[in-house]
Structure formats: C-alpha cells, structure tokens
C-alpha cells in the first residue's frame, strides 16, 4: 500500500507542494537563524582560537571575556614562568588603538602584540609577506578583511572601489608610524574590526602610556603534564586567573549567552519559525487528510486495517518530513554559502541538522497523528452516502 | 438448500441516536439472498436500504438480530477476521464511483488485491485483464479524471470483480449515468459479475433497472414490505 499512500500524496501538486513548502521554511528557519547565531557566537572566541598554540591563557582574575582587557604588570609573566609545569610563557597584548587613514579619518583596530623573540600567537594564514617580518622597522600585518575594508585607501576617482592595503602601505597608529609588511587571513571577530599583528614591544609602544599593558600570558605546557592542575597550580601561585583553552572559550562565549540580547533575539525566530513551520505544514497534512478521508474510508470498506492506514499516513508524513527538512537545510546551505565572503556570521555544525530534523520530525508527528486520529475513528460506512 | 444462501438476515434492527431523537433505520428485516441471485433493495430515501447494504456488506454493526455472509455471522467476528473476510469475500461500487484519484484505472483496480496479499505488480496485471473484461483495455493507464462516468463506473465494476469475491453490493451504481450509460453498466455487471457462486445486492431506486433483477425487495421505513420475483 505503500505505492497507493506516494501517490495519493503527490496526485494533488498544490497539496503537496504546500506542505513541502512549509516543512521547508520551518526547516530554513529553524537553521539559518541559529547558524547566524552559532556563526556570532563563534566570533566571539575566534581570537582564541586563531591564536591556537597555547595551552593556558594567564590574565587578571576579573577578567569576563576575551575583550574585557585588564592588563597586568609585566613582572606578572616571570611568576607564571616559574610554576611548575610550565614549558614556555610568552606575552600577549591585545588592545583596540585608533589607526589614521590617508584620507585623515579614524578607524578603531585590533591590535595584537606578540612577543618580539618567537612571535608566537601570529595570525594563522599568512596571505603575502611573512610573519618575521614583523621584526622590520615599525612592522605591521593587517588582516585581509581590514586591509580590502574599513583599512582601504580611498578610491581615486568617485564612486571608484576602495584600494586595499598593500605591503609597504603606511597607517598612523596613535600618531607613530607603521609600515605594513604583510596581509593575514584572520576568522572574523565579534565587532569585525580590522586586526592588526606587531611585536609586543611595538604594540605597547602604540598604546597609550598606562602602568600595566600586559593583556594576557599565554602559556604551553610541558608534555604529558595534566592542564586542570597546571591551571590551578598557576592560579595558586600567581593569584591571577588561568583557563584552558576550551574553559576561556567557555567563559567568553557564556557571558555573550548571559549579558547579551542575542540568544533571546535568536531563541524568538526559532520559535516563530518553528511555530509558523508547524501551522503551516500542520494544517496542510491534516486538511490533506480531511479531504482524503473519502478514499481511506473506501479502504476500510475493502477491507484496509488501521494498521495500514496508520502506515500510510506516517509513510506519507515521512516522505514530506525529509524532503521538506533537506530543502530547508539545503538552502541554509546555499545560503551560507553565498554569504561565505561577506560580514556575516554564518556556521552550520553538525548539531544544527540534528536540532532542525528534530524539529521536523515534531512537526511531522503532531500533524499525522491529528490525522491518524481522524483515520482511525472514521466509520467505512460513510462509503455509501451520497 | 442452506448452501444455495448468500445472505441470510434474521430480525435485524438498527437504531440510529441523533441528539437525543431515535431513528429507526432497520426496524426487524428478515431476508435471504441467495447465491446466483441479483436481488435488488429498492424504495424511498431514508427507508434504510444503505443501512442494511452497510450491515450486510460487514461495515456497520446491526443492534439485534443476526446476519449471516456465507454461514459466518459477521457479528460476533474479531476485527481482524471481519477485516480479512470483507477482503477476500466483498466486492463494492459505489454511487459516486469512489476511484482513487491520483490511481489510474489499473492502479484503483488493483488494490483489492494489494489487501489480499498480492504483489503491487501482479495485482495491476491482474488488473489490467479484468479492464479488458469491461471493455477498458486501453484505459488501463487513464486517471479516473480522464475518464467518462460510465468507464468510471466500469473501472470500479472492474475492482469489485477483480479479487473474485462471493458477494458484490452496489450503492446506487447507474443514478450518476444517463439511462443508456446505466443499462450498459446493469448488462456489465449481470454478464461479467453474476455467476452461480455470487451473489449480487444493488440498492437502487432507478426504475429503469428493475428488469435486470431476479428478486426485488421493497423497503420502507425500515421494513422490508415484500420481496417480489422480477422474471
């Protein structure tokens, strides 16, 4: 009977179409909004993770996130090199300076400090030019997105396309010089500001005089040694707060989920999208059924059993539910992928197509089992009214 | 002889409860068809003709009496029996045709055999030879829609005949037809599906299809008034 349920789904194009269609948008939306809002949340922490060699991020206890800096004093480094366990300890300044443009105005930059000997903490794709050369005299690198946007030259003619930074460009980092010596691929940041890397001693010379400029202290273990403890170990010894990696990431992206308006903004559209999806296909699948409770009751007449009709219905609420939900995630996809060289914050994790067939699944349950209900109670006698 | 009987109901009653207010659809009818026979039930709306085609055909409960399809009292049947003996034994046409409409004619005729176990392939080739029977050889492929009334009717003719049951009930076969569609549709089904092993009920209040009757029953109002030889 499986034959018979396909066709009497798909015999009426508008019917079916309908209820695709609304699979599709719930399934789009119940995706593509929590992919943005994944993609953001990414972002916030993408510093960390670009930064990528380290173990342990060292910084002062108050710290909430990756961009709420509180420096520490430079002697602060030499205690955490003296815990036990720690294999190297390099210094990391991370602050947002004012750069001049050539056409006079001033565009607020990430800038990175790495530490002048091993540079370590660069960024992790070097597009032109090379990370040593940052060794140059008042050597920058500027991230790619910095370097063709907010960081381009002004078009030579009007209406012309900006033109991007090249190696030997110059900017004005609160008044001092800086020569760029190569362009990097950086993951984009919670606030998309232009990044730009130099040595740790030329970034503090950068930045405004102030008694502590020293952000982080990124720390590698030694090998075989247990990370938790190290943490503890340094957090005992130096007073100062120690995360892994993975537990920086956390408390960075925990304050954006608990101080921010973004999960509640995107847990809304999810609903809606859920709830819209839900009616729409819902609705559609059950009139659908209304309108064939004539046929299944002929069924039932020669002899069809509930089990059968039960089989039908679900079969025919499958089939929709999966070409629904893979429209929907496909265009999510397209959609990410369309926008992959834009601003927006865009990712799709495994997960994601786990949340949203879930939901599509719901949606397919609710909606056969109103009409497995009505299938089930309908009396095969109707067959002979009129 | 008991064997010769098809149908045999005694006294039964069916009350319908509509809001309080009790309508008498079967009043105590007693009646026996018989195998070989085409038996019309005939008289006013509302008299209780589909109630008691519903009972006999096994899909509605009569509140008393019995009613016994080939010796078995459909009654006192499990649901899954009723089911199985209403597949393999019952054969329907309706008055509105009742095709599936995204089925095409070999398709819609095929599916009794489907619920009697047979495999879709061989049941729509088993389908397409009782077309050819009722004269829809090149139809076979058509959707209902694509089809007159008359061919739709003998496609449904065709899926009451097609699993070979023992018992046919028609629900007013030839009242959508013209009268010239409706005869050739009442000739189909007396030479096609009349046979010494079937028995045949139309309920009917076409008067021009009484000829095609061995016995007429008269109902009214829920009473069977009297049971006429039509020959």
Known sequence: MNHIALKMLMGDRG??????MGLTF????????????????SRTSSFILDVGYPDIWVMDEKVQFVDDVKPLQDTELYRVRGVAGVQWAMPLYKGMLKARLSNGTFQTCNVIGLDDATLIG???MMLTGKLEDLRRSDGV????????????????????????LKIGDTLELNDKRAIVVGIAKTTKTFQSQPVIYTTYSRAVGFAPRERKLLTFVIVKAKAGENLHALTKRIKETTGL???????FIELTVTYFLKNTGIPINFGISVLLGFLVGAAIAGQTFYNFTLENLRQFAVLKAMGASNGTLLRMI???AVLVGSVGYGMGVGLTALFGYSMRNTILAFKFPWQLLVFSGVGVTLICMFAALLSIIKVIRLEPAIVFKG | MATDIAVDCKNLTKVYDTGGDKVVALGGIDLQIRLGELMMLVGPSGCGKTTLISVIAGILNQDAGTCEIFGQNLLTMQHREKLKFRAANIGFVFQAYN???????????????????IKRKEAEKRGAEILEKVGLGSRTRSLPSQLSGGQQQRVAIARALVHNPKLIVCDEPTSALDHETGHHVMQLLKEVALHKDRALVIVTHDARIFGFADRIAKMDDGRIDSVVDAK
């Open chain 1, 141 to 164: 690198i500027v991230d790619i997105d910095g370097a063709t946007g907010k960081l381009a030259k002004p078009a030579l003619e009007k209406d012309g396309k900006p033109i991007p």
């Open chain 2, 99 to 117: 095709l599936l409409p995204s089925l095409t004619a070999a398709e819609n005729v095929s599916i009794p055999l489907i619920l009697n176990g």
């Open chain 1, 122 to 124: 660069g960024p992790p």
């Open chain 1, 15 to 20: 019917k079916y179409l309908g209820i695709i």
């Open chain 1, 26 to 41: 719930a399934s789009l939306i119940m995706t593509q909004q929590p992919a943005i809002f994944v993609g953001i949340l």
């Open chain 1, 314 to 316: 679900l079969l025919q």
């Open chain 1, 241 to 247: 707060a120690a995360y892994t990696q993975e537990e």
